[in-house]
Structure formats: structure tokens, C-alpha cells
């Protein structure tokens, strides 16, 4: 792999683009793509430590440079590593082997909305928050409301796998996907549609989604999107224990019943949720929607069983002021922000029967090296549930935080697979976790190497991430 961007290379790269300031050697813009909203790279930020700086980035301003970039550093063997706005938290943007670093900011044209059949068509570096101000402007939303929806773009969604708060009633990316378009390292450009169901061979898009820029780059993306709803109710409840909110979740959704906000906190967390540092209950925040009709007898249906269960209502004020924050990061961002801060966040997910024994262990397992961990279950299916876990800490220095978060995320990674838990439920794989991607895919690891081998068998895509 030629890792140097020689000084004629930038030339060569330069007359592919038809704008000059599509390409930056600008140190700061350099060092600024060094780092995502992985806290490892935060830990390194501090230290002055730009490891994974890339040799130039070039922003494409349409398909066809993405093609020319692609199939020119293809036949020079240059690593390229794709960047739609950087909010991974795993470390998947980072380029660790230098060479290109493909921005894809400038690409964020609403290409066509359909509303006729409920599509919109955009570029793969929209950011999702204004896509969904547009939607919302029109009647529509995406129902994928990730909370970094104002700080990602809809092409990273769909290269990572992620996942939305209203999941539990809407599904994740993969559901709300219905078609893209990517550019593969030889310069191929591939359309994949599936709307709205087809029976026609495998659906090939899914090898693109959650392929996190390792096998070529997305361009552009369909969504469904759906009118806005009618009605929105909220109700918060308590439960004695934390196993009777869990039951409860598993009543509810193998029942059917689909609340778009579904969100169990264990009492640690549930101190941060509630804003009252004697909370002594597990907490479930549920939220309804639809029409009217719909949203009144679904929260009543799932009050009935929370009771079943022991849950006692204390009123809608607590999810509903969730509601309201659901973006908000800044108890994370604070802790950061301390030249010792530790803060990390740790999502897997494990089915109904196994996922009290992923959270006793993994609770167990990461204690020991932090101040608190705060627990909550969200993103429920009819099968399991997600568990999201937020780790807070300080140490002496920024150093010590590299090295214990690398430290952590050894040992929650073992832990979650030693439980039968998967090893990222939405966050994606990126350098925290790819040390245990093969081991992760099991018997699949052998047909995922040998797609990588024909897609990109010069290995430019991403170089260090899904395990290569
Ligand atoms: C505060 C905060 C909250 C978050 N909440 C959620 C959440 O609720 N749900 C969730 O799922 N995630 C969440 N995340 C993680 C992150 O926002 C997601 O992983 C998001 O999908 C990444 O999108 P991005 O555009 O920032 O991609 P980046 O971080 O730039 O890239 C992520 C990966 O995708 C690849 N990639 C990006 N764009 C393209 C493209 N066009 N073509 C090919 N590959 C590409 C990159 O190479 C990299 O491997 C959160 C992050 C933060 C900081």
C-alpha cells in the first residue's frame, strides 16, 4: 500500500476535481479530520497526539468525482477513507494509514422528494437534521431520529447500521433505507433499490449498509418518510426492580404493541434521567403516537401490562422532558471536556432470555475502572433489546484516559461476546471494536473477506476497519 501522496500524486488528484478548493493540505483541516467523536480520539486531541492525520481530503461535489477519486487512487494504490460528518463514536472515520480522506460534506443537495409513494432522495453528506427541518416543513418525518440526527450525515447513517430513538416502532436504518447509490474503488457505480419489498434475489443494498466505507463510497440515499404524527402522549413509570421494567418490555413489544419511545433506565441512570440524585426506582419512559385513537389505546394497553409487572405511573413529566433534551449530550461533552475526563458509551444488544446476564457482567466487568455506570434498555424487538451503557471517570491525565478506555473496551468487548450478546447494536465497529469483528461475524467473516477481496482487492477502502 503506497501510503505517500507525493507532490505530482496531488497534482494528479487535483485535475480530477472541477473546483480548486474541492482539495485541502491545510494543516488545520488536516487535524481536524484527525479525530471523531470517539472518546480515544478526544483523549488524543488533548495530548496533541493527530495520529490518524490524513495526506490530503479531498470534498467531492458530485457522483462523478467521487468515481474519478475512487478509480485514480485505485490505480495508485492510495488508501481512501470515507468522512460524512465525523460523529462516530467508534473511531470509524479515522484514516489510520494516511492518504486520502473523502469528505463528503459538499454533496447534500435534496435530490427529489416523491410523495406520491412517501420517498426523499438525497445526497450522502446531507446532515440528517436538516433533512428532517425540510420534512418537517413539508408534514413528513424520517421516524429516524438518532440523537445525533443535527451532527450526522444520512450516508453515515446507512454505513454504520445506525439506529433511531423511535426504533422500537420504526425500525432502524435498514428499514427506512429503500434504496441507494454507491461508487465502488474501481469506479463502478452501483444503484440498489428495494421499494417497496422485491423477492428478487438477495437485497443487495444490505452489503452496503454497515459496510462503515469499506467497501466503496455512498453517494446518495432514498428514505421512506411519513406524515408527521397526529397525536404524541408520554407517561413515565416506576418498577421495584430492574427485571420487572424488562419483563415489561418484552410483554409489550410480544404483544405487538409498538411504542415509538421505550426507554428503561436502571436506578443509576435513572438518577441522571430523572434529575434527582435520590431516585431509587428503575424508570420507563414511554411515548405513543399516531392518530389520536391509536395513541390513547396503545399507551393504555401498555399501562395495563407495566402494572402487570409492578410499574406504577408518576405522571408524563419525565419522558416528556427527555423529549425535549433527546439531543442533548452535554453531560458526556462536559466530562470531555476536563483534561482528565473519562466518558465513554458502550451499546450491544442480546435477546430477552440473555440480556440480564450481559448487564449484570458487563456492569461487573467495567466498574472497577470507573466512577459510574449507568445503565439503560432501549431499541426493543419482539426477540430482545439493546443495552446502552454510559461510563464516567476521571483520571490524572488525558494519557491515562487513552489507556484505560483502551483498556475498557477490551474487556467490555470480551464480556459482551462471552455473554452472546452482539458486539455493537448501533454505533458500528470503527477501531474501538475491531479487534473482535472476525470473531464477532463467526462462519460469516469468510464470505464478508471474500466479497472485500472483490470489491476491493487492492484493500484502498478504509484501510484498518472490519477487520483488515
Ligand atoms: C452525541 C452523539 C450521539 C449519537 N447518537 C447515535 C444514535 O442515537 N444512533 C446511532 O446509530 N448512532 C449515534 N451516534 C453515532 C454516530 O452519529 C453514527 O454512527 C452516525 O451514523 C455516523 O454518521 P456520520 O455522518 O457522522 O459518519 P462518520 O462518523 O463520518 O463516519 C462513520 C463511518 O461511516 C463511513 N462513512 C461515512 N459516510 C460515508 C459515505 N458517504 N460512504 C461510505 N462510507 C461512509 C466512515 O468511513 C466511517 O467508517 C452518536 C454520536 C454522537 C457524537
Keep these: 500500500m503506497n501510503t505517500t501522496v507525493t507532490d505530482q500524486a496531488l497534482q494528479g488528484l487535483a485535475g480530477l476535481l472541477n473546483r480548486p478548493e474541492s482539495i485541502s493540505t491545510n494543516d488545520g483541516d488536516l487535524t481536524e479530520h484527525a479525530f471523531d467523536w470517539w472518546p480515544v480520539a478526544s483523549a488524543l486531541k488533548k495530548q496533541g497526539k493527530a495520529i490518524f492525520k490524513p495526506e490530503v481530503i479531498v470534498y467531492p461535489n458530485n457522483q462523478a468525482e467521487v468515481s ?3 478509480k485514480w487512487a485505485n490505480e495508485k494504490l492510495i488508501p481512501v477513507t470515507p468522512w460524512g460528518a465525523g460523529s462516530s463514536v467508534v473511531g470509524g472515520p479515522l484514516a489510520t494509514a494516511g492518504g486520502i480522506l473523502m469528505d463528503v460534506s459538499s454533496m447534500r443537495s435534496i435530490v427529489a422528494i416523491d ?3 412517501l420517498h426523499v432522495k438525497v445526497e450522502a453528506g446531507i446532515i440528517g437534521g436538516d433533512l428532517e427541518d425540510y420534512l418537517n416543513n413539508k408534514g413528513y418525518t424520517l421516524n429516524h431520529s438518532p440523537q445525533s440526527l443535527h451532527r450526522s450525515s444520512v450516508g453515515g447513517w446507512v454505513a454504520t447500521r445506525a439506529s433511531g430513538q423511535f426504533s422500537s416502532k420504526h425500525g432502524n436504518i435498514e428499514d427506512l433505507c429503500v434504496g441507494l447509490r454507491a461508487t465502488l474503488p474501481d469506479g463502478t457505480e452501483i444503484i440498489l433499490d428495494s421499494a417497496p419489498r422485491m423477492a428478487v434475489g438477495p437485497d443487495l443494498k444490505n452489503i452496503i449498509i454497515g459496510s462503515e466505507g469499506s467497501l466503496g463510497v455512498i453517494t446518495e440515499v432514498t428514505m421512506r418518510i411519513f406524515p408527521v404524527a397526529e397525536k404524541r402522549l408520554f407517561e413515565t413509570f416506576i418498577f421495584p426492580h430492574l427485571n420487572s421494567g424488562i419483563l415489561a418490555l418484552k410483554a409489550i413489544m410480544g404483544n405487538g404493541l409498538r411504542p415509538f419511545l421505550l426507554r428503561l433506565y436502571d436506578v443509576s441512570e435513572a438518577r441522571h434521567a430523572m434529575k434527582d440524585n435520590s431516585f431509587s426506582h428503575p424508570v420507563l419512559f414511554i411515548g405513543t403516537e399516531g392518530l389520536k385513537i ?31 433534551r433527546r439531543f442533548d449530550f452535554s453531560t458526556i461533552e462536559k466530562v470531555l471536556a476536563k483534561p482528565g475526563g473519562l466518558a465513554e458509551t458502550i451499546e450491544v444488544s442480546n435477546t430477552w ?10 456492569k461487573a466487568a467495567v466498574s472497577p475502572y470507573v466512577d459510574e455506570v449507568l445503565c439503560h434498555f432501549s431499541h426493543a424487538y419482539s426477540d430482545g433489546v439493546s443495552l446502552y451503557v454510559i461510563l464516567i471517570g476521571e483520571e490524572q491525565s488525558a494519557a491515562k484516559v487513552e489507556r484505560q478506555l483502551k483498556n475498557i473496551w477490551e474487556i467490555a468487548n470480551r464480556t459482551a461476546l462471552d455473554t452472546g450478546a452482539s458486539l455493537s447494536h448501533h454505533h ?8 473482535f469483528f472476525r470473531e464477532a461475524l463467526g462462519d460469516g467473516w469468510q464470505l464478508f473477506s471474500q466479497m472485500k477481496k472483490a470489491i476491493d482487492p487492492n484493500r484502498i477502502m478504509n484501510p484498518g476497519k472490519l477487520g483488515f
Design 428 to 435: 458500528g465497529i470503527g477501531l474501538a471494536r475491531s479487534k
Design 68 to 70: 474519478r477519486i475512487l
Design 353 to 362: 432470555r440473555d440480556i440480564s446476564k450481559t448487564y449484570e457482567a458487563l
Design 294 to 324: 391509536m395513541a390513547d389505546a396503545e399507551l393504555k394497553a401498555c399501562a395495563d401490562i407495566i402494572a402487570n409487572f409492578g410499574g406504577k405511573s408518576i405522571g408524563s413529566s419525565g419522558a416528556a422532558a427527555w423529549m425535549e
Design 115 to 117: 410523495e406520491k409513494s
